[in-house]
């Protein structure tokens, strides 16, 4: 279930306040940072974004 556009527009990374894109899979939704020295993708379950740095996937 994607994110809604105006909720998408507010969230930014708690690691380095960057703006968030909805990268969204079937199968992993998730939410990753635009930040260029930070990338990190944080989950969404049951619609609810997770963003706590802790839970989030660092980039590969």
């Known amino acids: 279930m994607p994110l809604e556009a105006g909720l998408l527009e507010i969230l930014a990374?708690?690691?380095c306040h960057s703006p968030l894109d909805d990268r969204s899979a079937a199968d992993s939704p998730e939410l990753i940072c635009t930040g260029q020295d930070?990338?990190?993708?944080?989950?969404?379950r049951?619609?609810?974004?997770?963003?706590?740095?802790?839970?989030?996937?660092?980039?590969?």
């Open 13 to 15: 990374c708690p690691a």
């Open 38 to 44: 930070c990338g990190l993708a944080y989950p969404v």
């Open 46 to 60: 049951d619609g609810i974004p997770v963003l706590l740095v802790d839970e989030a996937r660092r980039p590969a």
